[in-house]
């Protein structure tokens, strides 16, 4: 049961995520790797929930192609649950090497400092957002960790095409990390703007090294 302003209510629920070892893990880190020519890593994960939603759209369109999910894809951007006692800078470039095969290679790192509640009536976590700018090309098309994950490299108009067609239909990806990219984006062209962002502690910028 849940207590609310105007009484008591026979319902309300939320979800823990827990590790291996029964121990509730309450960060988690997205991030938008962005290769030397621009284009966009993100990957497709298996989300068996997507089954649920048998209507919704199937197809990435592609320039000059497409691929099909299948029933239970999701194309998102690399992230994932922060371990206890990882910072969340470690964390986020775990999961971007563990979810791309990148590694041994230095990177701009964009920090959304604020964390986000993504899901604050559902799922107790909060998640930090990055944009990684990456000075090497070199990434895995298919890599072991989640059961196998597909690895894609997409234009920017591609991933906005396939945001606005429901094809990339996470919250987290459709929504919050691509906001945040393009913040980074209008950060990198506009100094005043970026100053801004950094000054109200809202933007950390750093240098890094992503290696396994």
Same mark, same amino acid.
């Given at each position: 049961?849940?207590?609310?302003?105007?009484?008591?209510?026979?319902?309300?629920?939320?979800?823990?995520?827990?590790?291996?070892?029964?121990?509730?893990?309450?960060?988690?880190?997205?991030?938008?790797?962005?290769?030397?020519?621009?284009?966009?890593?993100?990957?497709?994960?298996?989300?068996?929930?997507?089954?649920?939603?048998?209507?919704?759209?199937?197809?990435?369109?592609?320039?000059?192609?497409?691929?099909? +999910?299948? %029933?239970?894809?999701?194309?998102?951007?690399?992230?994932? =649950? #922060?371990?206890?006692?990882?910072?969340?800078? !470690?964390? &986020?470039?775990?999961?971007?090497?563990?979810?791309?095969?990148?590694?041994?290679?230095?990177?701009?790192?964009?920090?959304?400092?604020?964390?986000?509640?993504?899901?604050?009536?559902?799922?107790?976590?909060?998640?930090?957002?990055?944009?990684?700018?990456?000075?090497?090309?070199?990434?895995?098309?298919?890599?072991?960790?989640?059961?196998?994950?597909?690895?894609?490299? +997409?234009? %920017?108009?591609?991933?906005?095409?396939?945001?606005?067609? =429901? #094809?990339?239909?996470?919250?987290?990806?459709? !929504?919050? &990390?691509?906001?945040?990219?393009?913040?980074?984006?209008?950060?990198?062209?506009?100094?005043?703007?970026?100053?801004?962002?950094?000054?109200?502690?809202?933007?950390?910028?750093?240098?890094?090294?992503?290696?396994?």
């Amino acid at each position: 049961k849940a207590q609310f302003a105007n009484g008591e209510f026979p319902y309300g629920a939320f979800v823990q995520c827990m590790n291996g070892k029964g121990e509730w893990v309450p960060r988690g880190a997205n991030i938008v790797p962005v290769l030397p020519d621009g284009r966009i890593l993100m990957v497709i994960e298996q989300r068996q929930l997507m089954a649920c939603f048998p209507y919704a759209p199937r197809t990435i369109v592609l320039t000059g192609g497409s691929r099909d +999910l299948g %029933e239970t894809g999701a194309l998102e951007f690399p992230g994932g =649950g #922060v371990e206890l006692g990882e910072s969340l800078t !470690i964390g &986020s470039l775990r999961e971007l090497f563990q979810e791309t095969g990148i590694a041994g290679q230095r990177a701009v790192l964009y920090r959304r400092v604020p964390g986000v509640i993504a899901f604050n009536a559902d799922i107790a976590g909060m998640n930090w957002y990055y944009v990684a700018f990456l000075s090497s090309s070199h990434f895995d098309d298919y890599v072991q960790d989640d059961g196998g994950l597909n690895v894609l490299a +997409l234009t %920017e108009s591609e991933v906005e095409r396939n945001i606005r067609n =429901g #094809v990339i239909s996470s919250g987290q990806a459709a !929504i919050i &990390s691509w906001a945040f990219y393009q913040e980074v984006m209008r950060a990198r062209k506009d100094a005043a703007y970026r100053e801004e962002l950094i000054q109200d502690g809202y933007l950390e910028i750093e240098g890094v090294v992503i290696n396994p």
